[in-house]
């Protein structure tokens, strides 16, 4: 649906005064995630996608369920905006089967080895060489639908969203299981990476400003933070293993 076809379908009254009323959190939601999505992610694209994910919270938000409007507007904008990055993933699927390799890859180093996997220890399972092992991690920032924002924010990437009207007692459970398990998992993470994580997401500096910090390139600082994300994956791997069949998350 194109703009003039959304707000053609806004009815007039309280519905479009609704919506001109929360515009702004859709536009303040659009910029927050446009920090953390690759360059060619248009913002007018977001915030259309945005609208759209508003029309639907308020058709469908249920104030008995206790959670106030705003909350779950968020919710469901958010998750609009990141279904509209998903759609338009341009990243080859030879990519992100290389970025799943990976993930499996840490996952039985760490597991045999009892400790973080180190790069050479993950090239050397995988037979391939140290540089060959850097530019699938590389390669891998472009992978546009995995990331730390929807990781610890709405989930999306691991659990599907769930309406908050639909959710029962032990879907909630759920959810804070695993961003308990999340936030665990990033507090384990290798210093270097744990500290590119909480610089990018925490403090948002950039990849350009993360690499001032550490010293090392932009190039360098995207691979740290490609293999956190993979080295996450690898460490939840129980939370997303029912979840593969289901979408793709790299």
Aim: hydrophobic share 40%.
């Amino acid at each position: 649906m194109n703009g003039a076809a959304m707000y053609a379908s806004v009815q007039t009254g309280d519905t479009q005064d609704r919506v001109l009323q929360h515009a702004p959190l859709v536009k303040r939601i659009a910029y927050h995630l446009l920090g953390r999505l690759p360059d060619t992610v248009l913002v007018d694209d977001l915030i259309q996608a945005g609208m759209l994910g508003l029309l639907e919270a308020m058709k469908n938000y249920d104030a008995s369920q206790g959670a106030s409007f705003d909350t779950y507007a968020g919710i469901r904008i958010r998750g609009a905006m990141l279904d509209e990055v998903r759609r338009s993933d341009w990243t080859p699927r030879s990519v992100h089967k290389k970025a799943r390799m990976v993930a499996e890859a840490i996952h039985d180093v760490e597991n045999k080895l009892g400790h973080d996997a180190r790069e050479s220890d993950v090239a050397e399972h995988l037979g391939i060489s140290p540089e060959e092992y850097r530019q699938i991690l590389q390669d891998s920032v472009g992978c546009k639908t995995f990331s730390v924002e929807e990781l610890g924010d709405s989930g999306d990437a691991f659990l599907q969203e769930a309406q908050l009207s639909d959710m029962q007692p032990v879907d909630h459970l759920l959810q804070e299981n695993f961003h308990q398990a999340l936030a665990d998992a990033i507090k384990k993470l290798p210093e270097r990476e744990r500290l590119v994580v909480s610089l990018y997401y925490d403090e948002e500096l950039n990849l350009r400003e993360i690499g001032q910090v550490l010293e090392v390139s932009e190039s360098r600082v995207s691979q740290i933070c490609s293999q956190a994300m993979l080295r996450l994956r690898a460490r939840l791997a129980d939370w997303v293993q029912g979840n593969d069949n289901k979408q793709d998350v790299y």
